[in-house]
């Protein structure tokens, strides 16, 4: 089974703190994603990444970074939080779209941020 | 830029009966999946449907795909309390970025016993 794994369940943090969310499967995906999950928008992709340090900018990049440093491992870097960063952030990895495979994305069980 | 639109967002139904979701997107695609949360859990994947006229049935729900209508189906068949949750539809964008997956706002489901 792919296993997507993240670093924390819950996170509080205080305003203008820099936030490192890590993310770690171990199925050699080559894709990662970041998304955020705010009630009533559904999930907005912040950035995905397709290759060790490749990085592409989804729909809400701003106020995100993300480094990919090695192919199981994918951050989210809120540089300076804010108050409107306090949401559920989620992580999946998925293969690369060859040939006869498909975009099926495995989440992971997701980091419940509050910004105060 | 692709849309993807479910209707209902929030269906309460009782046990032992029948409904529909509908997911309707904007711009041509074949692919498109569907999945499951549970309350502060994450999402499972349900369907993968790949191709026009693609059914995948798994128990009491069935997922159809129509790349035609640009429309996807997920039938649930004498629901059952356990069937509870949130379910959202996923289309892959067919160019550009094709990594990428635009979710629904999803479909909150609650079944009444």
């Known amino acids: 089974d792919v296993k997507v794994t993240q670093s924390s369940r819950y996170l509080v943090k205080r305003t203008g703190e820099k936030v490192f969310l890590e993310c770690v499967q171990d199925m050699d995906h080559e894709n990662m994603f970041w998304y955020r999950q705010d009630p009533g928008l559904g999930l907005r992709l912040i950035y995905f990444?397709?290759?060790?340090?490749?990085?592409e900018k989804g729909d809400i990049p701003e106020g995100y970074s993300v480094s990919r440093e090695k192919k199981e491992r994918f951050s989210l870097i809120l540089e300076s939080a804010s108050t409107n960063q306090t949401s559920m952030y989620l992580c999946?990895?998925?293969?690369?779209?060859?040939?006869?495979?498909?975009?099926?994305?495995?989440f992971g069980p997701g980091t419940r941020l509050t910004v105060l | 830029e692709l849309k993807v639109e479910q209707n209902p967002l929030f269906l309460s139904m009782q046990e032992g009966k029948n409904y529909t979701i509908y997911c309707n997107y904007s711009t041509t695609s074949d692919r498109l999946y569907w999945y499951r949360q549970d309350p502060g859990k994450s999402l499972e994947s349900l369907f993968v449907l790949l191709s026009n006229g693609a059914v995948k049935q798994e128990g009491r729900l069935m997922a159809s795909l129509d790349t035609k209508a640009r429309l996807s189906t997920l039938h649930i068949t004498a629901a059952v309390h356990d069937l509870s949750a949130t379910y959202f539809c996923a289309v892959e964008n067919s160019g550009g970025s094709n990594y990428k997956l635009t979710f629904g706002k999803g479909t909150l489901l609650t079944v009444n016993p």
């Open positions: 990444s397709y290759d060790v340090k490749m990085k």
């Open positions: 999946a990895s998925s293969l690369p779209l060859t040939g006869f495979s498909y975009n099926e994305q495995f």
